[in-house]
């Protein structure tokens, strides 16, 4: 993870996300129902359910939205929601992976297919570009407003269980084993630190710079991907040059 900044790539597409905050909603609730459905109402005993809230939180969504999502997977209304994992290669093949929430895996399978077709890329067979990421859990404390010295910090993050601290400007990036990402999270709340983030996500293990004649196709791709209302993330192990961000 040399080098590599998640939060810098996260920033750089905030303002997208932003305009979309309906669909991330959206995208959020059915989250949080597969998680009800799965392990009960209570984010106490379901492991599964306190990470999505947490996730909706970030997202800064309404906590009547939260309630309604809850409540949902918490009775019986008939839909049945599955996670589906698609691979791929992008333009000038980049690696991407999305992992969807869906009610009809024909249909979703139609559209992510569809995505690749229309940008120059490609689905590939289950394993095809995986094994270039690595699970993690991610965590991100802001600079801002942190009375604490920079050592402190990191020796916190590393006594918590962390595997990595990376420290910018305005934020420290914390990686953890998946195993141990909600120790570390509530070791971290327990000591007062004010979470940015908190998931676990899919780190690239090396990315590749989307050439200047590639990036619209690209671009357009993710996109595409991110618009599309059954996908709930879209992991690259790709980045745009710096002047093209």
């Given at each position: 993870m040399s080098g590599h900044s998640k939060w810098h790539n996260i920033q750089g597409r905030k303002n997208a996300q932003d305009a979309k905050r309906g669909k991330i909603f959206q995208r959020i609730s059915r989250e949080i129902y597969m998680a009800v459905k799965a392990g009960g109402p209570d984010p106490s005993s379901n492991p599964q359910l306190r990470l999505?809230?947490?996730?909706a939180r970030a997202a800064n969504m309404p906590k009547d939205n939260i309630k309604r999502a809850v409540d949902k997977g918490n009775g019986s209304d008939g839909a049945n929601y599955?996670?589906?994992?698609?691979?791929?290669?992008?333009?000038?093949?980049?690696?991407i992976i999305v992992e969807a929430l869906t009610d009809n895996k024909n249909r979703t399978a139609a559209?992510?297919?569809s995505a690749f077709t229309h940008h120059g890329g490609s689905l590939g067979a289950s394993?095809?570009?995986?094994?270039?990421?690595?699970?993690?859990?991610?965590?991100?404390?802001?600079?801002?407003?942190?009375?604490?010295?920079?050592?402190?910090?990191?020796m916190d993050a590393i006594?918590?269980?962390?595997?990595?601290v990376q420290n910018s400007e305005e934020v420290f990036e914390i990686y953890t084993d998946p195993k141990d990402f909600a120790a570390v999270r509530d070791a971290l709340e327990a000591k007062d630190y004010k979470l940015a983030n908190a998931e676990l996500t899919m780190i690239p293990e090396n990315e590749t710079v989307v050439p200047e004649d590639k990036i619209k196709q690209y671009t357009g791709l993710i996109?595409?991907?991110?618009?599309?209302?059954?996908?709930?993330?879209?992991?690259?192990?790709?980045?745009?040059?710096e002047d093209a961000e």
């Open positions: 999505m809230m947490d996730k599955e996670n589906i994992t698609y691979e791929g290669y992008g333009p000038a093949g980049t690696a559209a992510v297919r394993g095809s570009v995986s094994y270039m990421f690595d699970r993690k859990g991610y965590i991100v404390i802001s600079r801002e407003d942190l009375d604490i010295d920079e050592d402190t910090m990191m006594d918590a269980g962390a595997d990595d996109d595409e991907l991110e618009d599309n209302d059954d996908v709930s993330e879209v992991y690259e192990a790709a980045t745009l040059p």
